[in-house]
């Protein structure tokens, strides 16, 4: 068996979990390469927390140096150009030569793509956006407060909604809610459109039960910072005095150079396998798009990244050993809703089921809060 060298671009969840799996299962001989330009690993759901100043930042954080300590190549770098027919990735630290490679380079942000969004929003999708924001929640003393979705699709399609939750119930408990309106604008048709109308129509519910005001199928046309407005494709004007936006988000740039991703959209790759359309390349996480039979898109999630690296680790190293790779990814998932109050709910699906995905929410509380939390220190004490 010659030795192959394996490079996985990315050391965000899929990135870190199909470095770890393949390790496991491959003798030294073979080598596991970890490229990132990141020295910190960052587990983005506890954003909302820290948002709330509930976390500091090195609680959620990660070095990813001492994954060398596990036979893992970590290299600390910018992967600037992807030459797939010479099987070579071009990074600020030199180039790698590869016979299998794994895509795991997430989703970037382009607020750019929305006039005014840049300079009006807040964003809790960054670690700085998310410090900023908590600066601001501390000092806000009561307005309207705009949960913006300015363009789908974007990670975690529960978060916008467990911000303003969230955000919600911290109002309360500071003393300002009855000074403050808020409101939640999306393009969407109900909450998280992917899990069907029941589950949209029950977190619809909860966030009027809350004095959340709801504003489905209103794109989103351009922010007027100096205003503070909204204008939306209606033309309505929707002002603010804070917003909360979802970063619009498109495939990273290297990815797009080298012709991976389809023509405005994400990789296309085999929803069991996670292949790509080139010879021995695999793409998985948020940077990956698989349709489903419904028609629409399997959510961005971190739980999706994690099954697929496993499964792609999985039949790479039987590949390599010669055996059978039977390993197939099954579209499973689940998610904590946080609800504010120290709830939270708990959703779980089989996305690849046909003609839709199944989906189930367990009855919101404290366990499932308690349970985000537990899954939080697991994860970050398991990969690291
Ligand atoms: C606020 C928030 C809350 C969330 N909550 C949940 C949740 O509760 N449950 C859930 O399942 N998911 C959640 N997610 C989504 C989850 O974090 C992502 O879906 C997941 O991280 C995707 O994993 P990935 O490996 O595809 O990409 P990422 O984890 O984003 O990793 C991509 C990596 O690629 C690196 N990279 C990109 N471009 C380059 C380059 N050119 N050179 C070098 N390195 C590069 C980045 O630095 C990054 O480390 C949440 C996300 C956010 C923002």
């Known amino acids: 068996m010659a030795a192959k060298q394996i490079v996985i671009l990315g050391a965000g969840i ?67 150009g992807l030459d797939l027919g010479e099987r070579k990735v071009e990074t600020t630290a030199g180039g790698f030569p590869y016979d299998y490679l794994i895509v795991a380079l997430g989703a970037d942000y382009a607020m750019e793509r929305v006039q005014g969004l840049e300079e009006a929003a807040h964003v809790f999708y960054t670690l700085e956006g998310a410090e900023r924001l908590r600066d601001t ?66 977190i619809k519910a909860m966030l009027a039960q809350r004095g959340i005001a709801y504003s489905p199928e209103q794109k989103l046309k351009g922010v007027d910072p100096s205003r503070k407005a909204l204008t939306l494709e209606s033309d309505e004007e929707v002002p603010f005095d804070l917003l909360v936006a979802i970063p619009p988000h498109r495939p990273p740039q290297v990815v797009l150079e080298a012709g991976l991703a389809e023509p405005g959209g994400w990789i296309p790759v085999d929803k069991e396998t ?32 994690h099954h697929e690296a496993e499964t792609v680790a999985a039949n790479l190293a039987a590949e390599i050993k010669g055996e059978q790779p039977r390993a197939r990814f099954d579209g499973r998932g689940y998610c904590f809703l946080e609800l504010g109050d120290g709830k939270a709910g708990f959703a779980s699906g089989k996305f690849f ?17 308690v349970g985000k939390i537990w899954f939080e220190k697991y994860w970050l004490r398991r990969w690291f």
């Open 274 to 305: 996670l292949k790509t359309k080139q010879e021995g390349v695999y793409a998985l996480g948020d940077v990956a798009g698989i349709k489903l039979v419904s028609g629409m898109m399997l959510p961005k999630a971190g739980v999706f990244a």
């Open 137 to 202: 929640l501390r000092g806000f003393t009561g307005g309207k407060v705009v949960v913006s979705i300015p363009s789908l699709p974007f990670k975690c399609p529960a978060a916008p909604y467990e911000a303003a939750f969230l955000i919600e119930s911290y109002f309360r408990e500071r003393g300002v809610r009855d000074r403050t309106h808020l409101r939640i604008v999306t393009p969407e048709p109900h909450p998280m459109p992917v899990a069907g109308p029941v589950l949209g129509g029950a």
């Open 353 to 369: 089921a046909e003609p839709k995905p199944v989906l189930n929410l367990r009855r919101p509380g404290r366990l499932w809060h």
């Open 14 to 80: 899929g990135g870190v979990v199909a470095a770890h799996a393949l390790r496991k299962r491959l003798g030294s001989e073979h080598r596991v390469i970890l490229i990132d330009r990141k020295r910190l690993y960052l587990f983005s759901p506890s954003l909302l927390w820290l948002m709330l100043g509930w976390r500091e930042p090195r609680a959620i954080q990660r070095d990813l140096e001492p994954l060398r300590n596990k036979g893992i190549q970590y290299v600390n770098a910018a992967i600037t």
